[in-house]
């Protein structure tokens, strides 16, 4: 349908308008007292302040089913992904991961998410296609933009998590072969995609060999995909860079062929003033997970200083194992805020977190018809009410949402200009037959697991 969005407080970007109108899924006008056409629907944005849909750039939406594990609460990255993901992931079945992406896709749009890049690394030798194309259905079940970084490993190496669970890596030419039939059958290549395969082994320093990695990064270039990894969380990574190969995890990346504007990390936490100019002088990426990073007590990341370097950042969820809200909106706060902890008050800024958390993300995935609200561009938008009660008395009123993080309101949120979320609820989600289905499926994981 066509939509004319009218009598917003605010609109990000567009400082003098209140209104917008929507024709086949993009902006066509931005402005005031835009008047009605006889084929659009009138949305009602009093009270209301709109932002382009969030673009979460690192995400692990099987772990929607995998919050809170007792074993894993007080534990470090290491010992926590021994004793949760790869505990467990093995055992799940299509149906579960379906579940868990409906769960995880619902708690981002309710954040105001409207672009997911999900690192999924549930491959092994024997992974069925079904497990991967669960996430596929999900995506398109909700009308949610799906990036799926597509992990895994060719070796077991370091990876504690690997090693202790007896994972069986897939070979270097069956993941290219499968990953190839994701591309074909999944991948949309021009710049308003739904659909984007990315190259994406779970870790470049314990997941693979150096060769491996060459010839993930020269099939992933002759397809024009775009690379991602996970990098320098911890120290680990930096410690086995140096015994394996005697230089730095920043430089092993350069050397077989991983920096650059086509490639980002997740959390680089331990980044030395060394590596961040390398990083920058290459234009690499990175997804910042503040809260993850918090609960696994990795440190924070260093993105300020990446960003004067040269680096674009961008901010992801990461899994729900480790950040157990599942929320954006979380993210983006806390990303304001974390900062100021080691810097001062001046740090940064609300319009500063609000770009890493749309334009920049945008940027990273590819995907140019989104991030921004801008005539000609997607109709990727979400509605924040400030009735809610949490803006009771919030002076600032365009950044509120920023500012008082969750809970929020979301009255409507659109992406492509199809209604996803309207006054709080997900519109193409039976959540009650959601909830019985997935204490189902989760008692049968449990079972597999004590047996």
Known sequence: MNYLIKNAEAIAGQPTACDIRIQNGIISEIGNELKSQSDEQLIDASSCVIYPGFVNTHHHLAQSALKGIPAGLNQGLGEWLASVPYTYWPHFTPELMYDAALIGLSEQLRSGVTTCADHHYLYHANTTPELEDALWQAADDLGVRLVLCRGGATVQGTHKGMLKNNIVP?????????????????????????????????????????????????????????????????????????????????????????????????????????????????????????????????????????????????????????????????????????????????????????????????????????GEIKIGQAADLVLYNLDHYRYHGMHERLYAPILGGEPALIKTSLVNGRILVENGQITQLDETALKYRFIQNLAKLKQKITA
Not at 206 to 234: F, G, M, N
Not at 258 to 279: R, Y
Request: hydrophobic letters at 35%; proline letters at 2%; glycine letters at 6%.
């Open 170 to 370: 897939e070979s270097i030419d069956l993941a290219i072969q499968r990953i190839d039939n994701s591309r074909q059958k999944y991948h949309q290549q021009h710049c308003n995609a739904m659909r984007r395969v990315v190259v994406s082994p779970t870790t470049i320093v314990h997941s693979c060999q150096p060769d491996d990695l060459k010839t993930y990064a020269e099939y992933a270039r002759s397809h024009q995909l775009k690379l991602h990894s996970h990098l320098l969380e911890v120290d680990f990574d930096e410690t086995q860079a140096q015994q394996k190969y005697g230089m730095s995890a920043v430089e092993y990346a350069h050397s077989v062929n991983w920096l650059g504007e086509d490639v980002w990390f997740a959390h680089i936490v331990q980044a030395t003033e060394k590596d961040i100019k390398i990083l920058g002088e290459t234009k690499t990426g990175i997804a910042h997970c503040p809260t993850s990073n918090c609960r696994l007590g990795s440190g924070i990341a260093p993105v300020l200083a990446m960003e004067k370097a040269g680096m674009t950042v961008s901010i992801g969820v990461d899994g729900s194992a480790s950040s157990e809200s599942g929320s954006m909106l979380q993210e983006v706060n806390l990303s304001w805020l974390i900062h100021r902890s080691q810097f001062g008050a001046t740090a940064t800024n609300l319009e500063q977190c609000l770009k890493w958390s749309t334009k920049n993300g945008a940027k990273i995935l590819g995907i140019e018809s989104i």
